[in-house]
C-alpha cells in the first residue's frame, strides 16, 4: 500500500529563517498532495495542496514543490515566525477503485527560536 | 471552526467497555473520514464512508467499526477498548468521494483516554 516518510522529525530553526520539510511516497498512482499544520492539542489545518499535474505552489511564505519522477515533495516556509511553530504533517493521496484514501507522514514538529 | 462537528470532545472509559464517536460533515459534504492520532504519533487512517457506503479502509481493528447515516453523519464504535486505544480520535469530511478537488477538513477531535 501507500507509504509516506516525512523528514526531518523535529526541526528548529531561526526567527527569520527558511524552513524546509520533505517527504516522499511510495505510490506513483498518488494524484494530490496536501501539507497540514496542527497546532498542540487542536486539529490538522489545511495550510497548502498541490496537485500533479502542476512542479510548484506558493501562497505567501508558504510554497510546496513536487517531483513526480522521484516520488518527492517539500513544504518550504520563508521568513519564519513564532506563529509558525507547529507538528507539519504532508500527505499523499490515491484513489483506489474511485474512493479516497490520504496517507500521511508522521510529522515534523517545527520550533522557531525567537 | 472547520464545520466538522465532532462529540464528545473528552471520553474516559475503563478497559473492556465499548463507546461511540460522533461526527457531523461540513454542511454539503458527502465523504467522512476517520483517523485515529495517538499520543505523539501521526495520523492514521481507519476508514471512510461516501454517501452512506463504505469506500476505503485502512487499519482499523476487528473491534473497531462506523457507519454513516442517511443524514451522513457518522458513529464510529469502539468495543472492547484496551490501553492502547487511548488516542485523539479525528473526523473528517470533503465534499466528493476522491479529495482531487476537495481538501479534508479535520473536527476538533474526540480524546479517548482507557484506564
Known amino acids: 500500500g501507500e507509504n509516506v516518510e516525512q523528514h526531518p522529525s523535529t526541526l528548529s530553526v531561526q526567527e527569520g529563517d527558511s524552513a524546509v520539510i520533505k517527504c516522499t511516497y511510495s505510490?506513483?498512482?498518488?494524484?494530490?498532495f496536501p501539507w497540514y499544520k496542527q497546532e498542540l492539542g487542536k486539529r490538522p489545518q489545511l495550510i497548502i495542496d498541490?496537485?500533479?499535474?502542476?512542479g510548484e505552489k506558493k501562497d505567501q511564505r508558504i510554497a510546496v514543490t513536487l517531483n513526480k519522477t522521484a516520488k518527492h515533495f517539500s513544504l518550504h516556509i520563508t521568513e519564519t515566525q513564532p506563529e509558525d511553530s507547529a507538528v507539519y504533517f504532508c500527505a499523499a493521496s490515491i484513489i483506489p477503485q474511485g474512493a479516497q484514501k490520504l496517507v500521511f507522514g508522521q510529522g515534523t514538529r517545527l520550533t522557531i527560536n525567537p | 471552526d472547520s464545520g466538522v462537528t465532532q462529540t464528545p470532545k473528552h471520553l474516559i472509559t475503563a478497559t473492556g467497555q465499548r463507546v461511540t464517536l460522533r461526527c457531523s460533515p461540513r454542511s454539503g459534504d458527502l465523504s467522512v473520514y476517520w483517523y485515529q492520532q495517538s499520543l505523539d504519533q501521526g495520523l492514521q487512517f481507519l476508514i471512510q464512508?461516501?454517501?452512506?457506503?463504505?469506500?476505503a479502509k485502512g487499519n482499523i481493528l476487528e473491534r473497531f467499526s462506523a457507519q454513516q447515516f442517511p443524514d451522513l453523519h457518522s458513529e464510529l464504535n469502539l468495543s472492547s477498548l484496551e490501553l492502547g486505544d487511548s488516542a485523539l480520535y479525528f473526523c473528517a469530511s470533503s465534499g466528493t468521494v476522491s479529495s482531487y478537488n476537495s481538501p479534508l477538513h479535520f473536527g476538533n477531535g474526540t480524546r479517548l483516554t482507557v484506564t
Open positions: 505510490d506513483s498512482a498518488s494524484n494530490y
Open positions: 464512508y461516501y454517501n452512506g457506503e463504505e469506500r
Open positions: 498541490i496537485r500533479s499535474n502542476v
